[in-house]
């Protein structure tokens, strides 16, 4: 059989450590290849940092095994996340065969007591501002209530919800009772290939992407000096607009050690084009998939044409519509606004979009800025 290699995972925690001890003995008589900070991981030599060193030997893992105590471990200001929720985190996202488990009193406090509160919260901030709270806004929030455990760190708390959120199982964990880890990793080993490793078979490529950008200086002072009357053929205009933008990767970033995958959203389907005629937004044309009507009131609030357009000129936003699965990313140039249809991948509804709003946002909006500033610099010279 294929070794395994197994990162375990837990905080610093005297009541942890001989847990991990155990299961680093119990991998090691199977034949399998387990990573722990204290018997082959670390410490690094000064100049290294250990963070990165822990998160790449999380990327190179099978497994990854976590404890789950009353401690919370080492928090990053700039990640907002303590390193092994980093660890965990990290192995999520990379699809790594996850196992955790967590003291059976703390996990019956989190979802008796616990996690009501967290999701109570976090409905009732989504209502008042339309954003998702930060990690510290639920942790205060968990710390100002008195019923909960004080001998329990709050960011254990947080930690949990965000396994909660990812659906991620928790078994239980009675300190001081042995586990069979012989038995148990047995069984989990039979069970097929996906816990066996896998050979490095990735090939890594690189291309650099050319960015002309003397010439893209010189059409935007050119351009502006153009007198465009109109578009020859409106239609044909939005649709290679339309064509030119492809799917991508929305990705969450955690300061400078990691980024997380949350979803993904598709190759442009549609486009709307709309100007400002007096008190309302007209249809100039629309294509693919769109399926605007003639023209919005300046004052309907629910239309996001509409919206963009009171943000004023030069201006632009991303949407969601849980409804149709679709990301709407509006610009406004001019009297003019370009709304582009982007569908979304299945996971995606209003919550977790209100969840990683910023980071759609910043997929959209990245992806092709000169492409979109060329765009402006024609929307911003075309008279109605």
Same mark, same amino acid.
């Given at each position: 059989? %294929?070794?395994?290699? &197994?990162?375990?995972?837990?905080?610093?925690? /005297?009541?942890?450590? @001989?847990?991990?001890?155990?299961?680093?003995?119990?991998?090691?008589?199977?034949?399998?290849?387990?990573?722990?900070?204290?018997?082959?991981?670390?410490?690094?030599?000064?100049?290294?940092?250990?963070?990165?060193?822990?998160? *790449?030997?999380?990327?190179?893992?099978?497994?990854?095994?976590?404890?789950?105590?009353?401690?919370?471990?080492?928090?990053?200001?700039?990640?907002?996340?303590?390193?092994?929720?980093?660890?965990?985190?990290? %192995?999520?996202?990379?699809?790594?065969?996850?196992?955790?488990?967590?003291?059976?009193?703390?996990? %019956?406090?989190?979802?008796?007591?616990?996690?009501?509160?967290?999701?109570?919260?976090?409905?009732?901030?989504?209502?008042?501002?339309?954003?998702?709270?930060?990690?510290?806004?639920?942790? !205060?929030?968990?710390?100002?209530?008195?019923?909960?455990?004080? !001998? &329990?760190?709050?960011?254990?708390?947080?930690?949990?919800?965000?396994?909660?959120?990812?659906?991620?199982?928790?078994?239980?964990?009675?300190?001081?009772?042995?586990?069979?880890?012989?038995?148990?990793?047995?069984?989990?080993?039979?069970?097929?290939?996906?816990?066996?490793?896998?050979?490095?078979?990735?090939?890594?490529?690189?291309?650099?992407?050319?960015?002309?950008?003397?010439?893209?200086?010189?059409?935007?002072?050119?351009?502006?000096?153009?007198?465009?009357?109109?578009?020859? /053929?409106? *239609?044909?205009?939005?649709?290679?607009?339309?064509?030119?933008?492809?799917?991508?990767?929305?990705?969450?970033?955690?300061?400078?050690?990691?980024?997380?995958?949350?979803?993904?959203?598709?190759?442009?389907?549609?486009?709307?084009?709309?100007?400002? !005629?007096?008190?309302?937004?007209?249809?100039?044309?629309?294509?693919? /998939?769109?399926?605007?009507?003639?023209?919005?009131?300046? /004052? !309907?609030?629910?239309?996001?044409?509409?919206?963009?357009?009171?943000?004023?000129?030069?201006? *632009?936003?991303?949407?969601?519509?849980? %409804?149709?699965?679709?990301?709407?990313?509006?610009?406004?140039?001019?009297?003019?606004?370009?709304?582009?249809?982007?569908?979304?991948? @299945?996971?995606?509804?209003?919550?977790?979009?209100?969840?990683?709003?910023?980071?759609?946002?910043?997929?959209?909006?990245?992806?092709?800025?000169?492409?979109?500033?060329?765009?402006?610099?024609?929307?911003?010279?075309?008279?109605?």
């Amino acid at each position: 059989m %294929a070794r395994t290699n &197994v990162f375990i995972s837990s905080v610093n925690e /005297d009541g942890l450590k @001989p847990l991990r001890r155990s299961a680093f003995r119990e991998l090691t008589n199977l034949g399998h290849e387990p990573l722990m900070w204290e018997e082959n991981l670390g410490p690094w030599p000064a100049g290294v940092d250990p963070v990165t060193k822990c998160l *790449e030997a999380v990327g190179a893992c099978d497994i990854y095994l976590l404890f789950i105590g009353s401690k919370a471990g080492t928090y990053d200001k700039v990640a907002q996340r303590t390193v092994t929720h980093m660890e965990f985190i990290k %192995a999520y996202e990379q699809g790594k065969t996850i196992l955790v488990f967590g003291d059976v009193e703390i996990k %019956a406090t989190f979802f008796g007591t616990v996690k009501p509160i967290i999701e109570e919260y976090v409905d009732r901030y989504i209502v008042k501002k339309a954003l998702f709270p930060s990690p510290l806004h639920i942790i !205060n929030t968990i710390s100002s209530h008195s019923n909960i455990a004080l !001998n &329990v760190d709050p960011y254990v708390w947080y930690f949990l919800y965000d396994m909660t959120m990812r659906k991620v199982y928790i078994d239980d964990l009675s300190l001081g009772v042995p586990i069979d880890w012989r038995s148990f990793f047995s069984d989990l080993l039979r069970r097929g290939s996906l816990l066996l490793p896998l050979e490095a078979s990735i090939e890594q490529s690189s291309s650099r992407l050319e960015q002309f950008d003397e010439v893209f200086e010189l059409l935007g002072e050119l351009i502006p000096e153009l007198q465009i009357n109109g578009l020859k /053929d409106n *239609e044909s205009f939005l649709t290679l607009i339309m064509n030119r933008f492809s799917g991508g990767i929305i990705e969450q970033s955690y300061g400078q050690y990691m980024s997380e995958k949350v979803g993904y959203y598709e190759e442009c389907s549609g486009a709307t084009l709309y100007f400002c !005629n007096g008190k309302e937004l007209r249809m100039s044309t629309k294509v693919g /998939d769109a399926s605007g009507p003639p023209s919005y009131m300046l /004052d !309907n609030q629910s239309s996001y044409a509409v919206l963009t357009y009171h943000m004023g000129n030069n201006e *632009e936003q991303v949407y969601f519509k849980e %409804a149709k699965k679709t990301f709407y990313y509006c610009i406004r140039m001019g009297e003019y606004v370009l709304t582009l249809h982007f569908p979304s991948d @299945p996971s995606w509804d209003y919550r977790k979009f209100i969840h990683y709003k910023e980071c759609a946002n910043h997929a959209i909006l990245s992806k092709n800025p000169l492409i979109i500033e060329f765009i402006k610099l024609f929307l911003g010279g075309i008279q109605p």
